[in-house]
């Protein structure tokens, strides 16, 4: 059985560290906290876990700190998490069977990252992850924004997923503070930091400069096939903002160069006809998202919503526009059986048992 040695860094994380630190505690076999500054009580929580604490001077590098945590590990497998992380039960057992049997000759292990749950405590997005990883590689982390680990060597996928559950939202200016430090020290930024800054510009509304930076990451040579496609998703949303439809739905239909359309395209193509109240080709491209197939092992970001829920709701609707009951209460529910307490699935199911209409 292999042995594991928990790496984190955290800053004011009162409210999550002891739910994320629960649910793990008994698979690894040494617990790095690497405080960033904290004020609260994250440390005192931490103290109930491990006397592995250290503090890291924040120096608005992600990558530095997690790094140092990494040096601080002493077992054979390094796994990393954050603080508004959880291991649900089920897949807890799946990790214990997994630190039981991992064969040694294993250098990366990719796990399944879960975000943004619904009602339902099901996940709107999941890619993979590298998460846990043989200490004696010296993998490093790179970056010091939304950074990541170059891996090699023998690297394996498992069905396990690390649950995000963010409770508080972050200061939504301190990625681009980070950015902004980087251009300030003369940074060159690479492919995936102009993506990741054209998106922190973009969640600031900064949309001008930000089209400009999604711009010239679509024309960098190493730029990854999977980020572009989100670039024009994002810039098709840019370019709605600024009232250019025109520009809109040409970006959406370059991420076709890249791939076979992508639900979230089709979708977005679906919207722009609604809008305009032709439901015809509404329902074409609708139906158009409910065919294509998520594919996370690309290591693509799919937002698992636009692959079913929305296009069956999207449907109803455009249904009843069309005056076909029949099929409108047929796509609703479908939904339903999604998102069964969706308001919209029961206000539109409410709808159709008041008029009294053999479905």
């Known amino acids: 059985m292999i042995t594991i040695s928990l790496c984190m860094i955290v800053k004011n994380e009162q409210d999550t560290l002891e739910r994320c630190l629960n649910s793990v505690k008994d698979i690894v076999d040494e617990i790095i906290i690497v405080d960033t500054g904290s004020t609260d009580k994250t440390k005192e929580i931490a103290k109930k876990f491990t006397n592995n604490i250290y503090d890291f001077e924040w120096c608005y590098d992600f990558s530095k700190a997690r790094n140092f945590s990494f040096s601080k590990a002493t077992k054979e ?76 060597g023998n690297i394996v996928k498992e069905d396990i997923s690390i649950t995000h559950k963010k409770i508080h939202q972050s200061d939504p200016k301190r ?108 329902v074409y491209w609708y139906k158009e998202a409910t065919k294509r197939k998520i594919n996370i092992d690309n290591g693509g970001f799919y937002i698992i919503d636009y692959y079913r829920y929305i296009p069956y709701i999207n449907l109803s609707f455009c249904y009843y526009k069309l005056n076909n009951l029949k099929l409108s209460y047929k796509y609703n529910e479908k939904a339903g059986k999604i998102k069964p307490n969706s308001l919209q699935y029961l206000s539109n199911k409410k709808f159709f048992e008041s008029l009294n209409y053999d479905f």
Request: net charge negative.
């Open 77 to 152: 497998y390094i796994m990393w998490l954050d603080a508004d992380d959880v291991i649900l039960e089920k897949d807890r057992k799946k990790l214990i069977h997994l630190k039981k049997n991992l064969d040694k000759d294993v250098d990366v292990v990719m796990l399944k990252y879960d975000l943004n749950l619904d009602e339902n405590g099901v996940p709107l997005m999941t890619f993979y992850r590298e998460r846990i990883l043989k200490r004696e590689n010296n993998y490093f982390w790179e970056s010091p924004i939304h950074e990541v680990i170059q891996t090699y």
């Open 175 to 282: 990625n681009l503070l980070i950015f902004e430090n980087m251009i300030k020290n003369n940074v060159e930024f690479d492919a995936r930091q102009t993506f990741y800054y054209a998106r922190e510009l973009y969640y600031s509304k900064e949309y001008e400069k930000s089209i400009a930076q999604f711009k010239k990451f679509l024309s960098m040579p190493d730029a990854w096939v999977e980020n572009k496609i989100s670039a024009q998703i994002d810039l098709y949303n840019l370019y709605m903002e600024i009232k250019k439809e025109d520009l809109a739905i040409d970006s959406v239909l370059n991420t076709f160069k890249y791939d076979l359309p992508r639900a979230e395209a089709c979708c977005l193509l679906a919207s722009y006809f609604a809008n305009k109240e032709d439901y015809k080709n509404a």
